[in-house]
């Protein structure tokens, strides 16, 4: 059996699911070669891995790798929940956010309503649901905002889930923007750090002082901790990675850490 999603589009379709009230619309979708189909109703088709926008007298099928874009209203709720989100209102959040994810399968607000409910089970320290969550998100092509990110990896550090940790780390080194592939590296070397695994931890942080110049929240503390780990190698590089941190990040926490005869 085809699991249908389905948004109205003459006038607001209301849609009922455990109790909640979701006001929806929908507009049209622009294919690759250029036409664009607009209806009553856009569906989305699991088994046939399509689109079925219906109008008057016509039900025209759009297959899902056709589509360059799709025009949907936001969902009414969408904002409500985000401003749960904001407000720390979790759980209020949380049935609205799954109503939203079940009713816009793959019909572009899923992935919002994905990303924040990722968010909550995140703030909540449920880290099996936040995995979950998380897996699901990524699965349905979305992704994290660099912050929440953060914060998704040390929740798994906190909780023990090293080798879920990672697997993140590595998939995010591999594929994610600079700033979070670098955040990427900074966790994995102050990991390597704290389990007494000295040249992989600095080979990580180099690789951040070098190759994620840009990356301007991460540099003071990979100098920082190159530095102390090059000392330890009796290393004299350790004075010009001092020399730097002081001198480019001088109002940052690390800088402040630098011992005046280690400059």
């Known amino acids: 059996m085809n699991i249908v999603s389905k948004i109205f589009v003459a006038g607001v379709g209301i849609l009922v699911v455990s109790g909640l009230t979701l006001a929806v619309q929908a507009s049209s979708?622009?294919?690759?070669?250029?036409?664009?189909?607009?209806?009553?109703?856009?569906?989305?088709r699991e088994g046939t891995r399509d689109y079925l926008v219906l109008s008057e007298g016509a039900s025209i099928p759009v297959p899902e790798d056709q589509?360059?874009?799709?025009?949907?209203d936001k969902p009414l709720d969408l904002d409500q929940a985000k401003n749960m989100v904001a407000s720390r209102q979790y759980q209020q959040a949380l049935p609205l956010l799954d109503a939203i994810i079940k009713q816009y399968r793959k019909l572009s607000w899923d992935i919002d309503a994905m990303r924040l409910s990722a968010q909550c089970f995140i703030e909540m320290n449920d880290s099996k649901k936040a995995a979950d969550a998380v897996d699901a998100l990524f699965v349905a092509g979305g992704t994290l905002p660099p912050v929440v990110q953060m914060s998704y990896w040390k929740s798994l550090q906190?909780?023990?889930d090293i080798q879920r940790l990672q697997k993140e780390l590595s998939r995010t080194m591999g594929t994610g923007s600079p700033?979070?592939?670098?955040a990427a590296y900074l966790i994995r070397g102050n990991m390597y750090m704290e389990d007494g695994n000295q040249d992989a931890a600095l080979s990580d942080f180099i690789k951040i002082i070098i190759f994620f110049k840009d990356e301007k929240a991460v540099q003071p503390e990979a100098l920082y901790n190159a530095a102390e780990l090059m000392d330890k190698a009796k290393d004299p590089r350790a004075a010009d990675l001092r020399k730097t941190l002081v001198q480019n990040y001088k109002n940052s926490e690390f800088a402040a850490k630098v011992v005046p005869n280690k400059k």
């Open 158 to 160: 906190k909780s023990g």
């Open 29 to 44: 979708i622009s294919m690759k070669n250029g036409r664009t189909v607009t209806g009553k109703s856009i569906e989305w």
């Open 179 to 182: 700033d979070l592939a670098a």
């Open 67 to 72: 589509v360059a874009k799709m025009a949907i």
